[in-house]
T-cell receptor, first 112, second 115 residues
Framework: GNSVTQMEGPVTLSEEAFLTINCTYT??????LFWYVQYPGEGLQLLLK?????DKGSNKGFEATYRKETTSFHLEKGSVQVSDSAVYFC???????????FGTGTRLTVIP | GAGVSQSPSNKVTEKGKDVELRCDPI?????LYWYRQSLGQGLEFLIYFQGNSAPDKSGLPSDRFSAERTGGSVSTLTIQRTQQEDSAVYLC?????????????FGPGTRLLVL
């Protein structure tokens, strides 16, 4: 069935550093792919998504490209800020099911 | 409010007691999901409701867990005879259509601690 494998954390970066959080997927067909973010003390919220192969999702300076050749959906940001400190989850719909499969999450800490 | 709300935000209970967790989805959303997030682990799917259809209960970990959704809106997750391993954050989400590829909107969660 569909699944994602997400880079384990934690990741600690200095402000303005470049961020990459790896996510690879296994899927039947080309389902939508999602990145969700959970800021400290808050619920999960959608960060970005891509609905078909070769699409790029972007939001708040973050980007992820749906690459079918490498079955990847890596999250990138060119210059992180302290406010980006959060846990990031890669997700996709389960095959024939009604729910999302979430990766284990990657905790990002950005230090001034 | 416009978002998914959950109550209580925190719940401390003693082992063996029953608890009820409530979720108010976004108005008009027909799909509602419950997930569990345990410390150091990812999100675990519990149950899914879509309109008046029979719920998908495939993720419920044991028969101590049950959920209902009244009037196609508010949902209650009940855990009977709580155990310490039930301690987790319980998240509710809703989405606008049946298609599972729709964006899910999450509530802030209920943090459950079983002593």
């Amino acid at each position: 069935g569909n699944s994602v494998t997400q880079m384990e954390g934690p990741v600690t970066l200095s402000e303005e550093a470049f961020l990459t959080i790896n996510c690879t997927y296994t899927a039947t067909g080309y389902p939508s792919l999602f990145w969700y973010v959970q800021y400290p003390g808050e619920g999960l919220q959608l960060l970005l998504k891509a609905t078909k192969a070769d699409d790029k999702g972007s939001n708040k300076g973050f980007e992820a490209t749906y690459r079918k050749e490498t079955t990847s959906f890596h999250l990138e940001k060119g210059s992180v800020q302290v406010s980006d400190s959060a846990v990031y989850f890669c997700a996709l719909p389960l095959t024939g099911a009604n729910n999302l499969f979430f990766g284990t999450g990657t905790r990002l800490t950005v230090i001034p | 409010g416009a978002g998914v709300s959950q109550s209580p935000s925190n719940k401390v209970t003693e082992k063996g007691k029953d608890v009820e967790l409530r979720c108010d989805p976004i108005s008009g959303h027909t799909a509602l999901y419950w997930y569990r997030q345990s410390l150091g682990q990812g999100l675990e799917f519990l149950i899914y409701f879509q309109g008046n259809s029979a719920p998908d209960k495939s993720g419920l970990p044991s028969d101590r867990f049950s959920a209902e959704r009244t009037g196609g809106s508010v949902s209650t997750l009940t855990i009977q005879r709580t155990q310490q391993e039930d301690s987790a954050v319980y998240l509710c989400a809703s989405s606008s259509r049946r298609e599972y590829q729709e964006t899910q909107y999450f509530g802030p969660g209920t943090r459950l601690l079983v002593l």
